[in-house]
């Protein structure tokens, strides 16, 4: 299944690259005209964060245009990078070793391998089941049991949300709905589209009007204002698009609500581990962005909610 160039897509195709047009000339008048150090630097950021998602959705629109099999590719491997990012953080033992060996090459692509076979039933299991009851097990073979708890959590939890939650988002390819076949990418294109949207639409309504941090000492740029406003510009966004999906106008924007609410609940849950191990980003991968968890943060937690909330309400 691939994504298919309707007069729909042409309008959110054209949207999109207006608006990388527009934020880049913004940005290239602004390296001409702003002074001072600390100015300079924020359009510095601003504008590697414009060439950053350059190439992010040249990447993403490329494999949806190619197909499923090259969707699975990509989340297989932003998992695989994400959950390396998320391993470096926490403190593991030689004893370890085996385990992470099977977190990385047998249940993450084993995830998506059960995508590709249209698996439901496993695909939904395999992580929070087996991969669960495997993790602590494995650790207790190797005969090491110091700090046994807080490692076995700490590897169960990435796997959860590298692995588990991250493939709720090409899971989506596999649902059928009736009267909307062969359009799921579009689906994925809508929570991509809505998931980033409204990390971005939050980061400016707090810079234009922000003043009020919502958690101070989790993540201080984050504030009730560009909370609010982030959310409600992504909703209207999310029904604005609805003809994309199968969601009638007031369902859209109530799926997106809950969308943009869980993206901003992951994004404040994973700057509270970032906090916790006193960094300022997951990693480097992503000019302007940090690492590759930095920038899904949100859509781990939105993806599975979603979807389950696409196949129960829309999947007979």
Known sequence: MSLRIDNQMWWILTGLFSLLVTASVAGFILSRTVRGEAGRATVANLNARVRAWWRMSAVFLFVLLAGSVWTLVLFGMLSVLALRE??????????????????????????????ADRWYGLFSIMVPVFAFVFVPLRIVLAGDTERFLDRAAQIQWGLMIATYCLSHAPGLLILEIPGYEGQNAKLLLWLVVVTQMSDVLQYIWGKLAGSRPVAPAVSPNKTWEGFVGGVLSATLLGALLGPVTPFDFWPAAAIALTVTLMGFAGGLVMSAIKRDRGVKDYGTLIEGHGGVLDRIDSLCFAAPVFFHIVRYFYVP
């Open 86 to 115: 998320y391993l470096t953080l926490i403190e593991t033992r030689r004893a370890d070793h085996r385990t992470l060996f099977w977190s990385f090459f047998i249940f993450t692509p084993l995830q998506y391998l059960l995508l």
